[in-house]
């Protein structure tokens, strides 16, 4: 047994902590600090410092206000309580330790309610390029800087709104068959807006021109000047039309994004998405990716609609 797994060890897929968790079925968890092995904060070290040069030349100027806001420490891996001390205040949001894949419903109807469920595990310090699943710096440091801005985190809030209404209209449908293929067709549109914007968003800049606002950009350290610079990406104008109905795959660089005008331009295309869905366009969207799980499914199917709606934005 290595010295890190005896003091404890937080690397993503090799960490006994989280799979205590997972084993006992906890999802929101607690974040055990003291378990951040040396190796832990050296993956950090490595990946802050790399990524902030790229941050000043390609994220969009609020990304990197919120960065400032939330004093995040290059040294050190965050603490989540230090990051909700700061990002509340702001913008109502707080950052929520999670054992691993939340369900769809269940992660939409948390940034409804103004939380986010973060990973708490960091990637191996000596394979930081790429990794299939969430780890806490592109949570923290890739989606949690731009929760402190008022505008977008509405937006966030909007479409966990949008998920609870997907669901009432699911349920209300009483044929069986009927109801999975609505819900299918629901969860794709919605996956797709999600990806093509909070994950791999593109925005008018200002000065910059196009600019990263998704944490699947500013996390990345090739892909962040890829979607920026390269000849080989699609870039166009927002429509909503186009975006519910684009499938898209995780284990590259993205060839086709699209631009918004300005957060104000996304929270109305977030309205327009919920007419669409109470309108029947989201029932038949594209086939193809993402595929919809079992879990995700049933987690709109078998949504709990009584708790108590947000705070008003």
């Not at 691993?100 to 269940?106: E, K």
Request: net charge negative; hydrophobic share 40%; with cysteine.
């Amino acid at each position: 047994m290595t010295t890190a797994t005896a003091m404890g060890d937080l690397t993503t897929t090799k960490a006994p902590f989280i799979e205590s968790a997972q084993g006992r079925g906890d999802l929101f968890i607690g974040q055990p600090y003291e378990q951040y092995s040396e190796n832990n904060q050296e993956a950090w070290r490595r990946l802050y410092a790399r990524m902030l040069p790229r941050w000043k030349r390609y994220a969009h100027p609020r990304f990197l206000e919120g960065v400032e806001n939330l004093a995040l420490d290059p040294q050190a891996v965050p603490r989540l309580a230090d990051v909700n001390r700061y990002l509340e205040p702001l913008s109502g949001f707080k950052s929520k330790a999670v054992s691993g894949y939340v369900p769809a419903y269940l992660f939409f109807d948390c940034l409804r309610q103004r939380e986010f469920p973060t990973t708490i595990t960091i990637r191996d310090k000596d394979s930081l390029d790429y990794l299939p699943e969430p780890d806490i710096f592109h949570d923290v440091a890739g989606h949690v800087p731009m929760h402190t801005d008022r505008q977008f985190s509405d937006v966030l809030v909007r479409f966990g709104e949008v998920a609870r209404e997907a669901a009432r209209r699911a349920q209300a449908i009483d044929d069986a068959e009927r109801r999975v293929h609505v819900v299918e067709s629901n969860i794709k549109a919605m996956a797709r807006f999600f990806w093509f914007t909070i994950e791999f968003g593109l925005m008018k800049g200002g000065d910059k021109g196009v600019c990263a606002y998704g944490s699947g950009l500013l996390s990345s350290f090739g892909e962040i000047e890829h979607c920026v610079e390269s000849p080989d990406v699609q870039r166009y104008p927002f429509q909503l039309e186009w975006v519910v109905n684009q499938y898209f795959e995780i284990d590259h660089y993205q060839p086709l994004l699209f631009v918004a005008d300005g957060f104000e331009h996304l929270f109305s295309q977030v309205d327009l998405l919920e007419r669409w869905l109470m309108d029947g366009k989201l029932d038949n969207v594209s086939p193809g990716e993402p595929g919809i799980n079992e879990t995700d499914l049933a987690s709109f199917l078998e949504a709990s609609l009584h708790t108590e709606d947000a705070p008003a934005s």
